[in-house]
């Protein structure tokens, strides 16, 4: 069975300092890797997918993430918070039982602090 | 370009109640998704459809059920409402070419479905 696990279901950081929201895999299979944005009282969206063309992955609003598979690790990474940073954000996995089958990471609320 | 679609946005039922959480997509996907989400626990499949007339189960199936009559609707059925099914549900659908790839999910804005 496929699952993420997300160290930290609250990470506080000051506007500008570097965002690290941190999530490791389990697959018996090579994954699709997904870190997905929710806004309060919004569906979610996506930030950025890895899909086995490059390690490191770059998406919306700064955000990055890298891909290690000898961690099992995918975090999420952006240099300097912005205020609007301020969300859930979701870690998910797909491959194990089925491409179509997308198991989420319990989220991390992060606070930018100004 | 709308979407996907869920209605109602909220919704209160009683114990034992039934009700339908209608949703539709106008991308021409061929996948759609159903979510609960709950505080601290992410969100959990209850059911998936890979095309019109195909369903099956995920990680929280009991108490739903589900059809794929076209390609654009996938409704959720509660049966029995039980406080256990209070949560915000999410539908989502994605477009894939081949079974060994997961698109991007586009979800709804959820429907808040309270059982007292």
């Known amino acids: 069975a496929q699952s993420v696990t997300q160290l930290g279901s609250h990470v506080s950081v000051s506007e500008g300092a570097l965002v690290l929201l941190r999530c490791n895999y389990s697959?018996?299979?090579?994954?699709?890797l997904f870190w997905y944005v929710q806004y309060p009282n919004q569906g979610l969206q996506l930030l950025l997918k890895?899909?086995?063309?490059?390690?490191l992955v770059k998406g919306i609003n700064g955000f990055e993430a890298e891909f290690k598979k000898s961690e099992t690790s995918f975090h999420l990474t952006k240099p300097s918070a912005h205020m609007s940073d301020a969300a859930e954000y979701f870690c998910?996995?797909?491959?194990?039982?089925?491409?179509?089958?997308?198991?989420f990471g319990t989220g991390t609320k992060l606070q930018v602090i100004p | 370009n709308a979407g996907v679609t869920q209605t109602p946005k909220f919704r209160i039922l009683k114990i034992g109640q039934s009700m339908t959480l209608q949703c539709t997509q106008d991308?021409?996907?061929?996948?759609m998704y159903w979510y609960r989400q709950d505080p601290g626990m992410g969100l959990k499949l209850i059911y998936y459809?890979?095309?019109?007339?195909?369903?099956d189960k995920g990680e929280v199936p009991n108490g739903y059920n589900v059809s794929r009559s076209t390609t654009e609707d996938f409704p959720l059925r509660l049966e029995l409402a039980a406080p256990s099914q209070t949560s915000v549900y999410f539908c989502?659908?994605?477009?894939?070419?081949?079974?060994?790839?997961?698109?991007?999910?586009?979800f709804g804005e959820g429907s808040r479905l309270t059982v007292l």
């Open positions: 459809s890979v095309g019109a007339g195909i369903t």
């Open positions: 890895y899909t086995s063309a490059a390690t």
């Open positions: 991308m021409n996907h061929n996948y």
């Open positions: 989502a659908s994605s477009y894939s070419s081949s079974a060994r790839e997961t698109g991007e999910l586009f």
């Open positions: 697959s018996s299979v090579p994954p699709y």
């Open positions: 998910a996995v797909s491959g194990s039982g089925g491409y179509q089958k997308v198991t």
